[in-house]
């Protein structure tokens, strides 16, 4: 595959791995056609380009699919080397760190956003804010340690625990909202905090990110999607 | 090699100075290597393979069962969890990036772990996640306290798994002996690291999972990958984790927590 091949990327405006390439092409200044997927149906391209987990996002480079969001940003990062920032640090330990928090994030934060996005108890909203605080209390600390007083995790351009992390800001910001709960806490979080503002207003992210109250209002068809699909809940 | 080397003369002013203001430079293949684990975990199992790929010996720091060190704790306070791999003094943790890291800064020793071209890094990166995400989960009803309902449906989705691992075997290997081709790499290591419990599960539930008919290409392969060099010694045998098995659900029974 070479950097002038055809590229299209099958996702969602909605969806927060979706956003993860798309901010990465925008720190590379790769264009490529967005193709979005309907509400409640998966393309025939989705289920032939990802047949094993049959989700988006799907980048497909000259005909050949690449899955998995944070797979697909490091293979942007490769592909395009030479424009943009490199997203991911040269130094392998830097790079072992910055893949460490990447992971960490996927592991404790989306699941902590679908009580949110489906029927639960306010029992199990509860907990996920627990979980979400507690998690966000750690990247702090990964923040203040990573940044060394740059503006991003990566220092002075967003890099991959930035993308990792930031494409999750609309749906935390929606979460706030819809629990009544302040997560990006300026006394708590001072850093990440400031760090979500700084990402939210960037060339990179900007037209990404979803706005709040649209997350808020998309949360609603999500969850009575989920009641009329009545499996028992997970 | 794309990690830093220290200039001749950064190394000549150094040379005298005390350990501790060598934190801050690039860690260099010839470091103090050492790898906190034990003997039944697949996680950390897959290091140990990367390392024999690469001829390189490190200390083996092996854990107490039922209690964690001072330096796990300290290595890894955010999990609590091993692989921890400790170069030079400085941690890194999660068994993948582990393997990922071993292969960059000895990227001259041995073969490549992870392919060059970028599409089949990314296709290698997939397939582990898969592992990742689909196998390792389902062993928990074999470890603790499960009826046999959990148990059934742990084997169905075991089963499943290795159904798509075939074909993505029968894709990436092209015909060769590994997924990687002709030596051992990325996603055999990630896979492979699990068949001496895939095996323990084959006795604890009585059922066969690398079944010849159903799935003959990662039957052979995993016979092949048990008796490489690079795995000779790491694997343990079923037996020994069908007894450890036994130890870890008495641990699970008396903590006397719910089963999740």
Redesign the interface.
Known sequence: ?AAGDELKLIGTWASPFVARPRIAFNLKGIQYEFLQEEFGKKSDLLLKSNP??KKIPVLI?GG?P???SL??V??ID??WSSSGPSILP????D??VA??WA??VDDKLPLQIRPFIREADEAAKAQAIEQIVAALQ?LEEAFEKCSKGKSFFAGDSIGFVDIALGSLIGWLRAVEVLAGVKLFDEERIPGLAKWAERFCSSDAALGIMPETAELVEFSKALRDASRAAAPPSN
């Open positions: 595959m094993v987990q480079h050949k690449v899955c998995e797979i697909i490091e293979y490769q592909i040269t130094d392998p330990y790079r072992a893949r460490f992971a960490y750690h």
